[in-house]
C-alpha cells in the first residue's frame, strides 16, 4: 500500500528529503508548496527502513495508507526492487 498526505499537511517539507524512493514530491500551488506521494514508487519504506520515514518525520501525523494502492509486502518490496 503506498502512504498518501491528507488535507491536515502544514507543508513544512519535512518528509521530502527522507523518502529512500523520491516518492514525494513538491509543487506550488499559487506562491505556496504543496507535497504529495507519487504511489508508483512509494514502497512504505519496505526494502529500505522498519517504518515509513514520512511518517516518523511529519510533525502533524497527516500521512495515512492510501486505499486506493493496497500491496502486500512482497509486492512492495518487488516494487523497491525495481526501483533501485
Ligand atoms: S512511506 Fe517511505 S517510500 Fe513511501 S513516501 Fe514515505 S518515505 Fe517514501
Ligand atoms: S512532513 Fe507532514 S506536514 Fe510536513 S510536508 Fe510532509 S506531509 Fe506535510
Redesign the pocket.
Known amino acids: 500500500m503506498a502512504m498518501m498526505?491528507t488535507d491536515e499537511?502544514?507543508?513544512?517539507?519535512?518528509?521530502?528529503p527522507v523518502c529512500p524512493n523520491d516518492a514525494?514530491n513538491e509543487g506550488l500551488a499559487t506562491d505556496i508548496p504543496v507535497?504529495w506521494i507519487e504511489v508508483e514508487r512509494c514502497t512504505e519504506c519496505v526494502g529500505a527502513h522498519d517504518e515509513p520515514q514520512?511518517l516518523e518525520?511529519?510533525?502533524?501525523d497527516?500521512?495515512v495508507p492510501n486505499p486506493d494502492y493496497q500491496e502486500t509486502q512482497a509486492e512492495l518490496l518487488e516494487k523497491y526492487e525495481k526501483l533501485h
Open positions: 498526505i499537511c502544514i507543508d513544512c517539507g519535512a518528509c521530502l514525494v507535497y514520512c518525520v511529519c510533525p502533524v497527516c500521512i
